[in-house]
């Protein structure tokens, strides 16, 4: 079964700084998805992943399959940006997905 | 995009009850539907995976009797929790995957069910 390791756990930063989350699994995967979870529960899928780098919009995500790691960007960030970010991946022999603790991230202004 | 409901956003009922959570993908079809739950501060748990016109399968220790699945159509699964108890109170979230879709791995989440059993 994968294990999925998320940090850091919380953050809080101020409005323009450019903030890094990390991911890491331990068994190969197919696909790796970045989530985003507001207060109110809802998830949004912000990327899947499998291989190289994706960008939309200030986020940017990364993996690098040989060292089973990605990472997600968020340039100029801003208070909307504030929210629980999770680390999701599918492989290591399940068909859904397992899921990192999440990042509490807080963007002040 | 792809868009997936859940209905009800929010239940409560009382203990001893059942409830159906229903969850449809609205603009394509559900070859597999999964379904999560989450408890507070806690993350997302994978209860089961169901597949159009098939049982469902559970993960490990989630008691399939208790948690009934039914994925009728390629559009429509609930999940029914029968004799809810007071543990039961959590957050379900259904995802929606199209396997006829590249990529595969490609997952719609819906908007979650928040069931507080009282």
């Known amino acids: 079964k994968n294990e999925v390791e998320q940090s850091p756990q919380n953050l809080t930063a101020q409005e323009g700084e450019f903030i890094t989350i990390n991911c890491s699994y331990s068994?190969?995967?197919?696909?790796l998805h970045w989530l985003q979870q507001h207060p109110g529960g809802g998830i949004v899928s912000l990327f899947m992943?499998?291989?190289g780098k994706k960008k939309h919009g200030r986020l940017i995500a990364t993996i690098n399959i040989q060292e089973k790691h990605s990472s997600l960007h968020i340039t100029a960030s801003h208070p909307r940006d504030s929210a629980v970010y999770i680390c999701?991946?599918?492989?290591?022999?399940?068909?859904?997905?397992?899921f990192g603790k999440g990042t509490h991230l807080i963007i002040q202004p | 995009g792809a868009v997936v409901s859940q209905h009800p956003s929010r239940v409560i009922c009382k203990s001893g009850t059942s409830v159906k959570i229903e969850c449809r993908s609205l603009?394509?079809?559900?070859?597999?539907m999964f379904w999560y739950r989450q408890f507070p501060k806690k993350s997302l748990m994978l209860m089961a995976t169901s597949n159009e016109g098939s049982k469902a399968t559970y993960e490990q220790g989630v008691e399939k009797d208790k948690f009934l699945i039914n994925h009728a159509s390629l559009t429509l699964s609930t999940l029914t929790v029968t004799s809810a108890h007071p543990e039961d109170s959590s957050f379900y979230i259904c995802?929606?995957?199209?396997?006829?879709?590249?990529?595969?791995?490609?997952?719609?989440f819906g908007p979650g069910t928040r069931l507080t059993v009282t």
């Open positions: 999701a991946v599918r492989g290591g022999g399940a068909d859904g997905l397992t």
């Open positions: 995802s929606a995957r199209d396997d006829l879709r590249i990529p595969t791995d490609e997952q719609y």
């Open positions: 992943l499998s291989s």
């Open positions: 068994v190969g995967i197919s696909a």
């Open positions: 603009d394509f079809q559900a070859t597999t």
